[in-house]
């Protein structure tokens, strides 16, 4: 079945530094979507990116979606704490009424 | 948008025994998606529940195990059944925009979720 793919599985950043986190899949995605969670709460959306090379911004975050639309990235600028969470990317499922999420990235930023 | 409650919000339960989890729904949905999230793992989609037709199961679970109800376009639930320790999780339900009839589809709304740990 679908499957997307996250690199790295940890980031740890001081407080103003940038992070990135990649979404691989073997296929190519029709839309790719952003969650955030936050230690104890529940995925909250992001965005949704549709087209080849898209970028979108949202404040410190910047979203890509590759040429190809196999990849994509997320992107913080000057980390704060409150950027802490795990970070997940998600792909359409086979029959194209759910989406699949990736493993997710986890953030940590210390102060 | 859609604004999402479950309960129980968490439960400690004996191996064996059923929890019965409830989502509801702030407007009609066509589609309410179960998922498991187990402790520092990812989403896994348990189930799509449609109203008026049998839920859709996902590979690895079977309604035996997770039977789900919908009984009406706000309104589900997902029972746990016999339970062991390795159904700790959290359990979560979404569902998307109200507006969102045919894909693409847009963003998931997620309900808060119901943390089971099982003795």
């Known amino acids: 079945g679908q499957q997307v793919m996250q690199i790295p599985q940890y980031q740890h950043v001081q407080e103003g530094e940038d992070f990135t986190t990649y979404c691989n899949s073997s296929?190519?995605?029709?839309?790719i979507q952003w969650y955030k969670q936050r230690p104890g709460g529940h995925p909250v959306f992001l965005i949704q990116?549709?087209?080849?090379?898209e970028v979108k911004k949202q404040k410190r975050l910047t979203f890509q979606f590759g040429e190809a639309k196999k990849n994509s990235s997320l992107h913080i600028t000057a980390t704060q704490t409150t950027d802490v969470g795990t970070y997940f990317c998600?792909?359409?499922?086979?029959?194209?009424?759910?989406?699949?999420f990736g493993p997710g990235t986890r953030l940590s930023v210390l102060p | 948008s859609a604004v999402i409650s479950q309960k129980p919000s968490r439960d400690i339960c004996q191996r064996g025994t059923s929890l019965t989890i409830q989502c509801q729904v702030d407007?009609?949905?066509?589609?309410m998606f179960w998922y498991r999230q187990q402790p520092g793992q990812s989403l896994t989609l348990i189930a799509t529940?449609?109203?008026?037709?049998?839920?859709?199961?996902e590979s690895g679970f079977v309604i035996d195990k997770f039977p789900i109800s919908r009984p009406n376009l706000t309104f589900s639930t997902l029972t746990v059944s016999n339970m062991s320790p390795e159904d700790s999780s959290i359990y979560l339900c979404?569902?998307?925009?109200?507006?969102?009839?045919?894909?693409?589809?847009?963003?998931?709304?997620f309900g808060p979720g119901t943390r089971l740990t099982v003795l």
């Open positions: 979404s569902v998307y925009p109200p507006s969102d009839l045919l894909p693409p589809y847009n963003e998931q709304f």
């Open positions: 998600a792909g359409p499922g086979n029959y194209g009424q759910n989406f699949v």
């Open positions: 296929t190519t995605l029709s839309n």
């Open positions: 990116l549709v087209k080849s090379g």
């Open positions: 407007s009609q949905v066509t589609m």
């Open positions: 529940a449609n109203q008026g037709s049998e839920a859709t199961y």
